[in-house]
């Protein structure tokens, strides 16, 4: 089995390019769709109002990004809640018997995962293209600086990855250029 794992800055559509990837040919793991499943998981939902003091009455997602905003500590706590259980989802994934397994994990470097891939690429956009896509999806600019600077350079990031796919274009071009990687381990 080969696994590729694929990360970029926010918005910079790495889901996009992983779902592109996989196609229906080849088992997806997206990080971001374990997060948006634990945020309905009633045990999940008891810890972070418990561990951050929330309203359970009030909108819990809404609440978490006012806490990240008054305090940027609580990014580590949060860290620490979250990613123990979607590391426990990439390792189950990681034993699937295919020919090619895709990962999108959006802080796969930040979170030191990259030695679990047999391939690393880097989704890149420019910043103005990815705050515009960030903004269209109705989230702020505050949010996305503040998320931003989270994450490791995009220079770095593309440093440290095998490929990288550019995303400033078209869906037409995007399409034609993973369809050129993805020939490669097909």
Do not use: W
């Not at 990240?68 to 500590?73: G, Q, R």
């Not at 490929?163 to 990687?181: D, E, G, P, Q, R």
């Amino acid at each position: 089995m080969k696994s590729i794992g694929i990360t970029g800055s926010i918005a910079s559509g790495k889901s996009t390019v992983a779902k592109l990837m996989a196609g229906k040919k080849y088992p997806l793991f997206s990080a971001d769709q374990v997060v948006t499943n634990l945020y309905k998981n009633k045990k999940f939902i008891q810890k972070l109002i418990k561990k951050f003091n929330l309203n359970k009455n009030e909108n819990i997602k809404e609440q978490i990004k006012v806490k990240l905003k008054e305090n940027k500590n609580n990014f580590k706590k949060l860290e620490k809640t979250i990613h123990p259980l979607v590391r426990r989802e990439m390792r189950s994934y990681l034993k699937k018997r295919n020919k090619l397994v895709i990962f999108e994990i959006p802080l796969l470097l930040e979170s030191k995962l990259g030695k679990n891939f047999n391939t690393l690429v880097y989704v890149g956009a420019k910043k103005q293209v990815r705050l515009k896509r960030f903004l269209a999806r109705k989230k702020s600019k505050s949010l996305f600086n503040l998320l931003s600077k989270r994450q490791m350079s995009p220079l770095l990031k593309q440093q440290k990855c095998d490929y990288t796919i550019h995303n400033n274009n078209s869906l037409a071009l995007l399409k034609k250029n993973v369809k050129n990687f993805i020939k490669k381990y097909e």
